[in-house]
């Protein structure tokens, strides 16, 4: 089955803590994106892979780390720098500059 | 800045009804409109729109594009209950990585 799959799907962390979200996909698209959402609100990009040992930071980047050591893997870390955490994160990949593909998200809650 | 504007932000019918949702964009270096459907989690495709004026058609719903005046239409005949969603339009950035510019969503209830 081709996909993307996110993991955890819920996540729950202390004040304080790092935690990572993961997102694989095997689509063997090139491009992986992370997204932020938060209650009626639209999506807004944190950062983006257009290829292998390389990303760019969004638009709310502050606060977030990304690697891309393989092309199916594109983990986010949430720092303790990150001041509002809690939002459900959703993870996307494309074939270049098209239409994009969702996991299922993780909802990460900041207790 | 670019911008996605999306109107209504909610709204509620009964089965049966036709309505229609609304994306007004203001960016620069614009490539194509998207539209997605939302129930609960991962945005689902609809339509990709790239050419002002051609209507795209996938059952119950269809869209259209106006690269003039800078706005896009998403309408849904014969509503259903499985149509309740919010409904994200999105903007794709030419020569970005990719990049999507994402509306704040209209939710759409359709009651029994």
């Known amino acids: 089955d081709g996909g993307i799959t996110q993991s955890p799907k819920y996540l729950f962390r202390k004040e304080g803590q790092n935690v990572t979200l993961s997102c694989e996909q095997n689509l063997n698209h090139d491009a992986m994106y992370w997204y932020r959402q938060d209650p009626g609100q639209g999506l807004r990009l944190i950062y983006y892979s257009q290829i292998v040992n390389d990303f760019q930071k969004g638009d709310i980047a502050e606060g977030y780390s990304v690697s891309r050591e393989k092309k199916e893997s594109f983990p986010l870390t949430v720092t303790s720098a990150q001041k509002n955490p809690t939002a459900f994160y959703l993870c996307?990949?494309?074939?270049?500059?098209?239409?994009?593909?969702f996991g299922p998200g993780t909802r990460l809650t900041v207790l | 800045e670019d911008k996605v504007v999306q109107s209504p932000l909610s709204l509620v019918v009964h089965e049966g009804d036709t309505v229609t949702l609304n994306c007004s964009y203001e960016v620069t270096n614009f490539r194509s409109l998207l539209w997605y459907k939302q129930e609960k989690k991962a945005p689902t495709f609809l339509f990709m729109l790239?050419?002002?004026?051609i209507e795209k058609k996938s059952g119950r719903l269809s869209s259209i594009l106006d690269k003039k005046e800078l706005f896009s239409i998403l309408n849904i005949t014969a509503t259903q209950t499985g149509d309740s969603a919010v409904y994200l339009c999105?903007?794709?950035?030419?020569?970005?990585?990719?990049?999507?510019?994402f509306g704040q969503g209209t939710e759409l209830s359709v009651k029994p």
């Open positions: 790239t050419s002002s004026g």
């Open positions: 999105a903007v794709l950035i030419y020569n970005q990585g990719g990049k999507l510019i």
């Open positions: 996307a990949s494309s074939m270049g500059e098209t239409m994009q593909f």
